[in-house]
């Protein structure tokens, strides 16, 4: 069975760059997506990428600041956030683009201070 093992908890320095990271225990031929659930609000799709490696789609609420990334060699799809909001505090998961989605894995926790 698919697994999803979000990874990356630690913390970036203000202005920095903030990394979270996806491995998948089997290969993934479709697109892929990064989504998120802030505290009381529903799960949103905030990014995706083709099996390319192209960037499909980012979220208004997103756009410019996180950047979506693919290594199908290691299985993993990763993303980069920077200029965070305090808005952007959530759980992030991956998971499949579009149709069948996998069981959720246990998101990674990025949290932005005001």
């Known amino acids: 069975q698919m697994q999803l093992v979000e990874a990356g908890g630690g913390s970036a320095q203000p202005g920095g760059a903030l990394r979270r990271s996806c491995r998948m225990t089997?290969?993934?031929?479709?697109?892929m997506a990064w989504y998120r659930q802030a505290p009381g609000k529903e799960r949103e799709l905030v990014a995706s990428?083709?099996?390319?490696?192209?960037?499909?789609f980012y979220a208004d609420s997103v756009k410019g600041r996180l950047t979506i990334s693919r290594d199908d060699a290691k299985n993993l799809v990763s993303l980069q956030m920077t200029n965070r909001k305090p808005e952007d505090t959530a759980v992030y998961y991956c998971n499949n683009a579009s149709g069948t989605i996998w069981p959720w894995g246990q998101g990674a926790q990025v949290t932005v201070s005001s």
């Open positions: 089997e290969t993934v031929i479709g697109s």
């Open positions: 990428i083709s099996r390319g490696g192209t960037p499909t």
